[in-house]
């Protein structure tokens, strides 16, 4: 079954739905850009060929040897630098140059390898800084365990050496060798060639876990391990190289802040692609380089002393590169297997690091060259290549990614392979001859190097990771970096972060069942065709969501899986019946959508068939969607579907049945309303004559809007089951389009279908009151194709037409403005059947929550500001007394549920001015009263509408007269505009255009009695210049002096400039005219008063004039009315009781109530009125329209554009306004916007400016201060007072900062939770550890805290203010520059405070 009538005719069209034929027959340009569409990789491919073959240059030799030549020093220095990283401790530094030799080894080897057999042709290979970080863990490993072996240390130094400071006690050096010489020379011996042994045996584990990725083509596999834990990993090494550049500089300030300048600078120039690499980059470290031993030499000084000074590493000795097979095959008995063993765990997270870098280095290769590689080609290359290296003894090696960017940027091509060639001949000379080059570089370059290193790691994983992670994965970084940092294994930190991947895998996936997402009720799911208006639709959505539950199957439904649907059944089934509720309140249709189901066992069966059972013993149908063909023989073999009743193609279909059956309900229950009141029935007959005639009831909100004919600006076209087309995608210069009667699909561009054609799918269904093709009003293109799927008529704007509208009738197409966009609001939001989603169904169920909860508050507030008819209403002249307003209607206007509804408040806006102008005495009967003239505008209205439905008949012997024939006479009223008038009402003879003016007049204006038009002249005399006339624009202002109630100022001024141009000049008018508009308001609102009189008679309040009433009751109905045969009158407050979702508990609030009679259920089809048959000069009457001339006017006016404004209008200020400005902080959020808007103001742009410099003087202070005076513990009193003077100001400035935006954000909302949770925020919790240190350590001297290092932690994230600061910055460098700043400086920080 398909719910829809439309959908079923839309299926048995076929032609137009076919999209792809539409494509093949285009032709012109726009199949040029089809066929572009059809073959875009073909097209990418070649355009991309062609780009990287036009502007690459040809290949060089001197550029070739330029990069050779930077990625050789840098390699070198890099080598170097793994040397000193795996030989770390000072009694190791006889086998530093064993280190650095098998770096170069990986290098000489890999990259020549890589130079000519990889498929990346500038490739650079070479050894890693992750495997170089693991074989100084090795080494710290087999170095503990072979000195507790050979007796070297007690338990004591042991834990000592696990430590990534420097030991207390240096082994086999001083004394401790002269007393252990046979000992050490023995640990010296296995520790060589251990380390040689597992170097060897990494990289050859290594080898064959890359040729097995490559060979089973699991590269890609590797992106499954989680992205929070291999940035975190990689964190962890960006760490433990900063603190190996800080060992190096050992902790001192002058030392490591020159290299991590240095390194920061290499950094930057690298990743903002600074300058030419090949310049740039061998400047920034030959500079510094030639600076500093030009310094040396100018100072007198040598080597020798700068190394005693500290700045240059003990001397290295060059030893040969067989020592590599020598020290290690050749003392196979060396090789303690017992400590090599200790570094299996260690092992384990060094081979998954790096295939997991390797990998992602790889992938990562598209994105930084020209190329697509391979990766699982490329990974087996390097496999076969850490296979032979494993052979040599040389540390593992894959391809460098900053040296192939690097390569590239210096050669400006992707395919020259002799830049690798040159660099790996260039390392091997330094691997087979010497590299005492080492002994002339400072420490400073080698750490500045490492922080060059590490900048990559901490900044794009630790700090950049943030902008594609969710905030509970950077939580998972930051855990993996803190374990680490405290347990200084790297082990910990991987079992950390497998334990935290673990439990954020099973907090999300434990709880998964056969259901996806939450159920979900009638009122969560849109359909595509909506049969009623919005008003409608939003009255009966209560009723879906009691009547109808939705369940979408996912997976594989069995016999574990199926306990969650049954659970939830039979739950929802024991809480109607612990709850009783009311039969006609219950569940009625249950409806599983089967799209995302796989299948279904016996067990999983069972359950669904206990299921129905269940159902149907209660009369609830369980409906189907979205099954496969044999999935849904299966269920029917099982009894649990019946095919013919129950299936149905898809979810929309069944909403769509199940929504006609609640419309069928709800049109039922109308009409027992409609029964309590002829008034309502009356009311009712009008509103469906109406729809019948036009389809305008929806646009125009409000009569001034309809004034003017808007048939003079439309076109009338009637459309064609399966034939008409209205627009197709891409199609400009189209009209708008308003559906009248029948249906038209849209279809939506939905990617492309087979054979790269457009695919287009169903979107939505439209019917009356729905605009088609919107983009035309905003001058664009339409955006879907619209085919007509039932017989009907249409309206048309063209652009000439909508530039008249737009010129001559403003406030008529500011109308149909509003309702295209309204429209177009509701189709995005809620008519794209593919995107709604649990988090979607979540925001609107809080979002109803916090309705509910601010309802009351709501009321109370417009309470104030709209008073109550009673309140303003002046007893009528004569003393008689009015039938005052027993209902509050300014509660009404003050739902919230009106202002998602403008149809349904503007009506609603009618009933609370009928109710004044009933206070008011308005329609009362009483003495004939006197007919204002029409104005001229009007007037031709009624000549237009009469020539639209006349016709010449001869009369008698007469001459052939246009006549008016009796049968149109409603209809040529309707055309005008007057719909509160009925059929019956009107003559029933035939009218000529006398008589059908008169008839016009007549229902268009009210009488009003004498004393009426006295207080009307009253009035107009208090406004009058002496002229007899006054302004427009004051008009509004006399109708609330008049009324007591405002008016909508647009509105009101349509209406009054159809009586301006009577006069000169047009914007004013004479009080014989203002009581004209009077009338007209009366008028309109009659129809409204007779509904408010049948309100009022079923509250029982024709005789209580002062009860105020604010909801319907079940006793109103049982008592004052006998309701129909066979009804509850719960059941009818209920089904009406749309607002609180029928929660009313037996009271039907006003707003509900009105709606019931305010809203068309029932779908109406009728014609349009024709065009017009007779000539322009038969319709208007050019004398009469022109017959006012210069003459006429008054000789006191003195017309200018300004005059209007001059005139005094006395309003008395509204006391509830001017409490709640008095009682508004504004000063708060004037604060507020100084210190978090800089946007704001310029005053807001300056604060947070000098705040910015605060912070960064802050930093500079806390940097400069171990520079100038060195450790805490060592400055003397004089400098520590003066170091604490400054940070008592920058926290003083950082404490006002806090306590004023604390202060502005609780007087804004002045609750306990408001204060406590601006702290829960993490900047604000950054602040306040920022500035505790000075008041707990300082002003409190509690002792324990400094023990736990309070004052250290305070300056941590005091710097780290400066990271937040960045986020504001324009400056991509900033951002990074202080996490660079935090990370080093935290390192420092919690260093000294563990050496004090």
């Not at 340009?29 to 040809?58: G, I």
């Not at 002269?178 to 023995?186: D, G």
């Not at 604390?1302 to 939770?1313: I, R």
Request: aromatic share 10%; net charge negative; proline share 4%.
């Amino acid at each position: 079954h398909v719910g829809s009538s439309a959908l079923q005719q839309l299926k048995q069209i076929g032609g137009p739905l076919s999209m792809q034929g539409q494509v093949k027959n285009v032709t012109g340009p726009q199949h040029k850009r089809l066929s572009m569409l059809q073959q875009p990789q073909e097209r990418q491919t070649a355009t991309k060929d062609s780009q990287s073959n036009s502007t690459q240059p040809p290949h060089s030799v001197v550029s070739a040897m330029a990069a050779a030549l930077i990625n050789f020093m840098l390699m070198f220095c890099m080598c170097a630098s793994y040397g000193m990283i795996m030989f770390r401790e000072s009694r190791h530094k006889a086998h530093r140059a064993l280190g650095v030799k098998m770096c170069l080894s990986s290098a000489f080897l890999g990259g020549g390898l890589m130079s000519v057999l990889s498929g990346i042709p500038v490739a650079i290979g070479g050894t890693d800084l992750n495997p170089a970080v693991f074989y100084g863990t090795f080494v710290d490993v087999i170095a503990e365990d072979l000195a507790m072996q050979l007796g070297l240390t007690d338990g004591a130094d042991a834990r000592r050496l696990k430590s990534s400071l420097p030991t207390s006690r240096d082994l086999c050096t001083g004394q401790h060798l002269l007393n252990h010489r046979f000992e050490c020379e023995k640990y010296h011996e296995q520790l060589r060639a251990t380390t040689i042994f597992a170097v060897a045996t990494s990289s050859a584990m290594l080898g064959v876990i890359y040729f097995a990725l490559g060979r089973l083509r699991l590269t890609g596999y590797m992106s499954a391990i989680p992205l929070s834990i291999t940035e975190g990993f990689l964190a962890c090494i960006g760490y433990k190289v900063f603190n190996y550049a800080l060992y190096f500089c050992q902790f001192e300030p002058l030392h490591f802040m020159s290299a991590a300048a240095l390194g920061l600078l290499l950094y930057f120039c690298k990743a903002l692609h600074i300058g030419r690499p090949a310049i740039v980059l061998p400047l920034v470290l030959m500079i510094p380089l030639g600076l500093f031993w030009g310094g040396v030499f100018a100072l007198g000084y040598d080597a020798a002393y700068m190394r005693e000074s500290k700045w240059l590493f003990s001397e290295m000795e060059n030893e040969p590169f067989y020592l590599v097979w020598a020290d290690c095959l050749g003392k196979h008995q060396q090789i303690n297997l017992n400590a090599w063993s200790k570094t299996v765990p260690d092992l384990m997270v060094m081979l998954i690091v790096c295939t997991l870098d390797c990998a992602l280095k790889l992938r990562a290769t598209e994105s930084k060259l020209p190329l697509q590689p391979d990766p699982d080609a490329e990974i087996m290359r390097f496999g076969v290549f850490n296979c032979l290296l494993s052979l040599c003894g040389g540390a593992a090696t894959y391809m460098q990614l900053k040296f192939n960017v690097i390569s590239f940027g210096v050669m400006r091509n992707a395919d020259d392979r002799r830049a690798g060639m040159f660099y790996a001949l260039l390392c091997g000379v330094c691997y087979f001859t010497t590299i005492e080059l080492f002994n002339y570089l400072p420490k400073v370059f080698l750490s500045a190097l490492l922080f060059f290193a590490g900048a990559g790691f901490v900044i794009d994983n630790l700090w950049g990771s943030r902008k594609y992670l969710h905030l509970s994965e950077g939580l998972e970084i930051v855990g993996i970096v803190a374990v680490f940092v405290i347990s200084g294994q790297l082990l910990f930190a991987v079992l950390a972060g497998s334990l935290l991947s673990g439990i954020a895998f099973i907090a999300k996936y434990a709880r998964v069942s056969a259901i996806a997402g939450r159920p979900l009720r009638g009122n969560e799911v849109i359909t595509r065709e909506r049969p009623v208006g919005e008003v409608a639709h939003q009255s009966l959505i209560h009723i879906a969501a009691a009547w109808m539950l939705i369940l979408r199957l996912k997976g594989y439904v069995f016999f574990s899986s199926s306990q969650a649907i049954l659970q939830c059944i039979e739950g929802h089934f024991k809480d109607e019946d612990m709850s009783c509720v009311p039969q006609y309140k219950r569940l009625k249709y249950i409806i599983f959508c089967a799209k995302l189901l796989d299948g279904m066992d016996a067990s999983g069966a069972l359950c669904m068939l206990r299921i129905r059972r269940a159902a149907a013993r209660r009369g609830v149908r369980v409906l189907w969607t979205d099954l496969t063909e044999s999935l849904a023989e299966e269920l029917s073999f099982r009894e649990i579907l019946d095919m013919d009743l129950d299936l149905y193609e898809d979810l929309d279909a069944a909403v769509t049945f199940v929504e006609h059956q609640i419309l069928d309900y709800r049109a039922a229950q109308q009409d027992k309303w409609m029964q309590l009141h002829p008034a309502f029935e009356a009311d009712a007959k009008l509103m469906r004559q109406r729809i019948c005639f036009e389809p305008f009831r929806e646009i125009f909100l409000s009569e001034g809007a309809r004034i003017g004919c808007p048939w003079r600006y439309c076109s009338r076209l009637h459309i064609k089951r399966g034939e008409t087309i209205l627009c197709r995608t891409g199609d400009a210069n189209q009209p708008l389009y308003l559906i009248h009667s029948g249906a038209v699909a849209l279809w939506e561009c939905h990617g492309a279908g087979k054979n790269h054609s457009l695919a287009k799918r169903l979107s939505s269904v439209r019917r009356q009151g729905w605009f088609l093709n919107t983009q035309a009003v905003f001058g664009q293109p339409a955006s879907a194709d619209a085919v007509a799927v039932e017989d009907g008529e249409v309206l048309c704007w063209s652009k000439e037409q909508w530039w008249q509208l737009a010129n001559e009738r403003p406030l008529m197409m500011m109308e149909l403005m509003k309702a295209v966009m309204r429209q177009e609001i509701i189709f995005k939001q809620e008519h794209d059947l593919e995107h709604f989603n649990d988090a979607e169904n979540e925001r609107d169920s809080r979002r109803r929550d916090a309705f509910k909860d601010s309802r009351q508050h709501n009321k109370d507030a417009l309470q104030t500001m709209l008073p109550s008819p009673a309140q303003t209403c002046e007893p009528t002249p004569g003393g008689q007394e009015a039938l005052a307003s027993p209902i509050i209607l300014s509660e009404v206007l003050g739902q919230k549920s009106l202002q998602t509804l403008p149809q349904l408040q503007a009506r609603i806006t009618d009933m609370f001015i009928a109710s004044a102008l009933g206070a008011l005495g308005f329609f009362l009967p009483g003495e004939e009263g006197i007919l204002p003239e029409l104005p001229k505008l009007l007037k031709e209205c009624l000549r237009i509408a009469f020539f639209t439905f006349a016709e010449r008949r001869a009369v008698g012997d007469d001459l052939p007269q246009i006549v008016l024939p009796a049968s149109r006479v409603i209809k040529a009223l309707l055309h005008v505009g007057i719909f509160h008038v009925h059929a019956e009402e009107v003559c029933k003879d035939d009218l000529l255009l006398e008589g059908f003016l008169d008839l016009g007049r007549k229902c268009h204006l009210a009488r009003l009695s004498p004393s009426q038009l006295e207080k009307i002249e009253l009035l107009c005399s208090r406004h009058d210049d002496g002229t007899g006339l006054f302004a427009v624009a004051e008009t509004t202002h006399m109708l609330k002096m008049l009324f007591g109630i405002e008016f909508d100022v647009a509105i009101n001024d349509a209406v009054a400039q159809c009586w301006g141009p009577e006069t000169y000049p047009d914007t004013h008018v004479t009080s014989e005219q203002f009581a004209g508009i009077v009338s007209w308001y009366v008028k309109r609102r009659e129809r409204d008063w007779s509904i408010l009189r049948g309100v009022f008679q079923i509250l029982k309040c024709t005789n209580n004039l002062l009860s105020d009433r604010t909801s319907v009751e079940v006793g109103d109905l049982r008592s004052h009315f006998s309701a129909p045969e066979g009804t509850l009158p719960e059941e009818m407050i209920w089904a009406a009781d749309w607002i609180s979702g029928g929660q009313g508990q037996g009271t039907l609030d006003v707003c509900s109530f009105l709606t019931v009679f305010l809203t068309n259920l029932q779908l109406q089809s009728g014609r349009l009125p024709p065009a017009c048959a007779f000539s322009e000069s038969d319709v208007l009457d050019a004398a009469e329209w022109h017959a006012m001339s210069c003459d006429s006017i008054p000789e006191s006016i003195a017309y200018s554009p300004s005059d209007h404004t001059a005139v005094a209008i006395s309003i008395e200020e509204d006391p509830s306004e001017t409490a709640d400005s008095f009682q508004t902080p504004r000063w708060a959020r004037i604060t507020l916007d100084l210190l978090e808007i800089p946007e704001s103001s310029k005053a807001a742009l300056c604060i947070t400016r000098c705040m910015a410099g605060v912070v960064v003087l802050n930093v500079i202070c806390i940097c400069l201060e171990p520079l100038i005076s060195g450790k805490r513990a060592n400055q003397t009193s004089e400098a520590r007072s003066i170091w604490l003077t400054a940070d008592i100001f920058f926290i003083s400035v950082f404490s006002l900062d806090l306590l004023l935006r604390w202060l502005a954000t609780v007087s804004l909302d002045p609750k306990l939770m408001t204060a406590v949770s601006f702290f829960t925020h993490p900047a604000n919790i950054c602040d306040l550890i920022a500035i505790c240190e000075i008041f707990f350590d300082h002003l409190m001297h509690l002792p324990l805290l400094r023990a736990l290092m309070l004052e250290r932690i305070a300056r941590i994230f005091r710097i780290a203010k400066l990271v937040m600061l960045s986020k504001d910055s324009k400056l991509p460098a900033v951002a990074p520059l202080a996490a660079f700043i935090l990370v080093i400086m935290g390192m420092y920080l919690i260093y000294i405070e563990q050496d004090a």
